[in-house]
């Protein structure tokens, strides 16, 4: 199987916190922002893989800073790491508060995807090639 650049796999998400994304603070919830990161760490592993992937596992999430109501949430994804059937994303998230004009992190993570078959069992992903 042919290598692929690293390139290939990165993948920028943007979402903008609405009331319903918030908790009782006015910020975004942590679930919420893990369920949109899940989301661009399997369209990087696809992006590299060219078969649907999934979630295998997810390493430790702490958040620096709240994300606000209103304010622009970025999610940067990048597959780092290609195994034999699974694939390592590392993710960096960071808020933008579009009023007073300034970018703030909120996180980074690594997660980790699998390639499935059509019959839904693991299948060999391409070399990463730097
Ligand atoms: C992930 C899954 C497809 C792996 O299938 P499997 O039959 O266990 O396959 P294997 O044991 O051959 O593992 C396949 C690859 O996954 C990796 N893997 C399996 N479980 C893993 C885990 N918990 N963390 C990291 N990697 C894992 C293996 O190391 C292997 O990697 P490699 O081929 O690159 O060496 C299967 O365990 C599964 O479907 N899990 C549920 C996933 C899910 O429901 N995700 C959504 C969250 S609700």
Redesign the pocket.
């Known amino acids: 199987m042919q290598g692929r650049p690293a390139i290939n796999s990165f993948t920028i998400m943007n979402e903008l916190v609405l009331p319903n994304d918030t908790n009782s603070f006015g910020n975004l919830m942590g679930g919420r922002l893990m369920y949109w990161m899940d989301i661009a760490a399997a369209l990087s592993a696809m992006k590299h893989s060219n078969t649907p992937c ?4 997810v390493d430790n999430i702490s958040f620096k800073n709240p994300i606000k109501l209103g304010n622009i949430v970025h999610i940067e994804a990048k597959v780092t790491r ?6 390592e994303i590392y993710l960096k998230v960071w808020g933008e508060d579009s009023l007073h004009q300034y970018q703030y992190e909120s996180n980074e993570a690594y997660f ?1 995807f ?1 390639a ?1 078959d059509p019959n ?3 299948r ?2 391409p070399v990463l090639i730097p």
């Open positions: 999934m979630t295998a596992s290609a195994f034999h059937t699974s694939m980790t699998v499935l839904g069992k693991p060999p992903v």
